[in-house]
């Protein structure tokens, strides 16, 4: 009897003691790493000891820490990568409990400006990380400050985009394949509903001048009045003539009504059935280029005014005890070394102003043939306007899209669209006055 | 041991891992819920306690009401049809003489497998306005001539969110009346027989009667699944004026994309009433007819 009340005991013991090993293991092997390193005081003797972690959702992070490392043996990064959407809840929830924090964390464009006015981030100003932008593009720079103007995230690149074009494609339906000639006959919105409405004649209606008219969004959004002001919601009159362009587009037939990375937009952007793709530098990925097949096969011209799309900005969580050790990581990717071994390696436009000039008259890429790809990025990305971010920038941007973009397809009046989307701002932020 | 009732505490300890369980990760999420609905956090802040405020925006929120009306519009296109669908189905395939009845039991099943996502990402592929292989098909047969702009319309855009639903689930609620069929016992049928019924006579004074519960059953796990839609129509979009936005779908916008997590939770509150008082509705008609 009593070996079998022993047995139950074990059993039932063993039972509940897995449960709970379940649940903790992965706490405690956390707690490790946000723990380990005995920071960066070793910089004093010139040579960095320690260990950093990293999170981000970019995998090309890893090549970062790698190169970060062969330059300082001592210190070892350890890069955790979250693909996909969750990334930033689960990062919320590690700010927000405190445990299990990395060292250093990336936020992209979508969602910086709800974390760049927490008391998550670190204000690197004051670790004299001033001196470190002080050659970067405008906007790249601005867009890691918080509203009191400290700089609180760097990044290491720049996302231009231009029009992307296949060369034969443009000498059919434009004339010439030369890029400076296309970026002035496309250099104002007229003009492209102009041209477009010949490449759709020529074509008979199966080639289109752009991609889709919603492409305006994404290349007026940052060339446009912050979309809140002191509370208070800002609509700038710029959107009225932009919406009346739009619609012109989708009457003539200028657009092919593909949408931004479907897969007829890229299809479109491979068989050239669209003259004008608006592409950001970075989305060179979607281009077919399998045997080397569309070698040479692009061209790049300006967009009526310069856009960026996305970005990858890096910070130091507050409360990290590796904080200086941390900031030497930054600074190595805010270093013209990095940034030029990072165009070279993965074709990434730099954030540093001196990269750019640097390969202005050599960098070529593949894709481009003989083209000065730089030349056209450089040219349009350092007129961008220096906003910061906010809390709202980007989700009533994209309510501005859905409301406007309903209404392209719709044909509604402007008046409409603006009530709809105050509706629609009203409803997600009750806290701003929209009238 | 004792010869009555063992009133061992092991018992508890061989159960404690389904309670650990579900206090760990169903009841605590849904009490945090609620102090969280009091609150108004952003998840970068501290929560602020703002007691009602929450529920008083809830019920005047024009949009919820929308969510909530596009809930019910989607659930009844899709369960009516799949109800009708899936009994005919499984009459037709419990019948003793069809050839093949396993394959088809089989192939009817399989939409089920699928996760609803890749079912939504399908059908948005397959209803695309320009590169969609719906209109593409109709304009070679020269039924339309220019290609039809489905996700703008708001029926066609509830009409496809019901028909991957409907289409996903009548194999599953297939299977539930076959097997509530091979429970009805053959000797009521052999009766029926013998009193010179017809085949139609049975199906509606015998088979049907007979399935009410499983009727029951089926109607209302479709109740509580239905009025929660997420992921499929999620992947179809919001559609024109979001007129097949589902209420989960509006929490989820609200908590994990504005970061509104206390109004957010508010709304959760607010679905579970809604589908408390449908639910309850179903239970009392189902009820009546006793």
């Known amino acids: 009897m009593k070996t079998k009340k022993w047995l139950m005991m074990v059993l039932s013991v063993l039972l509940i003691g897995s449960i709970l090993a379940g649940c903790g293991s992965k706490a405690s092997d956390s707690g490790n790493t946000a723990s380990g390193g005995e920071s960066g005081n070793a910089a004093e003797s010139g040579e960095l000891k320690g260990h950093l972690v990293i999170w981000t959702f970019f995998d090309q992070v890893k090549d970062m820490a790698d190169q970060f490392h062969a330059k300082n043996p001592g210190v070892t990064v350890d890069v955790k990568m979250f693909p996909g959407d969750q990334y930033q809840t689960k990062l919320l ?28 981030l670190t204000d690197l100003s004051a670790m004299g990380a001033e001196d470190l932008v002080k050659d970067y593009i405008p906007y790249v720079q601005e867009l890691g400050r918080s509203q009191d103007g400290k700089l609180r995230a760097i990044s290491d690149h720049s996302s231009p985009g231009g029009f992307w074009y296949q060369r034969d494609t443009a000498k059919k339906y434009l004339g ?260 | 041991m004792g010869s009555k009732v063992n009133r061992s505490f092991y018992g508890y300890i061989f159960v404690a891992p389904f309670f650990i369980g579900f206090a760990v990760f169903g009841l605590m999420p849904i009490l945090y819920t609620l102090y969280l609905s009091f609150m108004k956090w952003d998840g970068f802040s501290d929560p602020v306690y703002v007691g009602l405020a929450n529920y008083s925006r809830l019920l005047h929120d024009s949009f919820f009401y929308q969510t909530i009306g596009n809930t019910l519009i989607i659930w009844i296109m899709s369960n009516v049809p799949q109800l009708i669908l899936s009994v005919l189905l499984a009459l037709v395939l419990n019948e003793r003489f069809i050839r093949g009845k396993h394959f088809f039991r089989a192939v009817y099943f399989f939409p089920h497998i699928i996760t609803p996502v890749t079912l939504g990402v399908i059908f948005s592929l397959m209803f695309d306005w320009q590169t969609g292989t719906i209109n593409k098909l109709l304009m070679s047969l020269g039924i339309i001539h220019d290609p039809v702009n489905w996700f703008n319309s708001p029926w066609w855009s509830r009409i496809i969110a019901s028909g991957v639903i409907c289409w996903q689930y009548f194999g599953f609620n297939m299977i539930v009346f076959i097997a509530g069929l091979q429970s009805i016992p053959r000797e009521v049928y052999e009766a029926a027989e013998v009193d010179g019924a017809t085949k139609k006579q049975t199906a509606l004074h015998i088979t049907l009667p007979l399935l009410r519960p499983v009727f029951l059953f089926v109607f209302i796990t479709s109740v509580i699944g239905g009025l929660q839609l997420f992921d499929a129509p999620l992947m179809l979009g919001d559609g024109p004026g979001n007129s097949s936005r589902t209420m989960v779908m509006y929490l989820y916008e609200t908590a994990f994309k504005n970061f509104d997590y206390s109004y957010g939770a508010a709304v959760a509150y607010g679905i579970f009433f809604v589908v408390m008082f449908f639910t309850a509705i179903t239970a009392k008609a189902s009820k009546l007819k006793d």
């Open chain 1, 93 to 120: 929830t590690a700010l927000q409990s405190g445990r299990d924090v990395p060292d250093i964390f990336d936020l992209e464009r979508g969602y910086i400006g709800k974390f760049i006015d927490s008391k998550f």
């Open chain 1, 176 to 435: 010439t394949d030369d890029p400076d000639k296309i970026s002035d006959m496309v250099s104002s919105w007229d003009k492209i509903v102009e041209l477009g409405k010949k490449v759709a004649a020529d074509s008979g209606g199966k080639v289109h001048m752009i991609q889709n008219t919603g492409d305006l969004f994404d290349i007026e959004a940052y060339n446009t009045q912050p979309w809140v002001k002191d509370g208070k919601l800002n609509i700038d009159p710029k959107w009225q003539t932009i919406y009346q362009t739009q619609l012109d587009i989708r009457k003539n037939n200028v657009d092919a009504k593909l949408p931004f990375m479907s897969a007829g937009w890229g299809n479109a952007l491979n068989d050239g059935s669209v003259v004008l793709t608006s592409m950001p530098a970075w989305a060179g990925f979607m281009v077919d280029n399998k045997d080397d097949k569309a070698k040479g096969k692009y061209g790049v011209a300006k967009t009526p005014e310069g856009f960026y799309s996305g970005g990858t900005y890096r910070g130091i969580y507050d409360k990290s005890k590796n904080k200086d050790l941390a900031y030497e990581f930054i600074k190595y990717i805010a270093s013209e070394e990095w940034q030029q071994h990072n165009l070279e390696k993965t074709g990434n436009m730099p954030g540093n102003s001196k990269v750019y000039e640097a390969n202005l008259d050599t960098y070529k890429s593949p894709l481009f043939g003989d083209e000065n790809v730089l030349k056209p990025y450089y040219e349009t990305v350092v007129k961008i306007p220096a906003a910061k971010a906010d809390k709202y920038g980007e989700d009533i941007m994209s309510k501005w899209r859905k409301v406007a973009g309903d209404g392209v397809t719709n044909n509604r009046s402007y008046d409409d669209v603006v009530n709809n989307f105050k509706k629609e701002v009203k409803n997600a932020f009750p806290e701003l006055n929209v009238d």
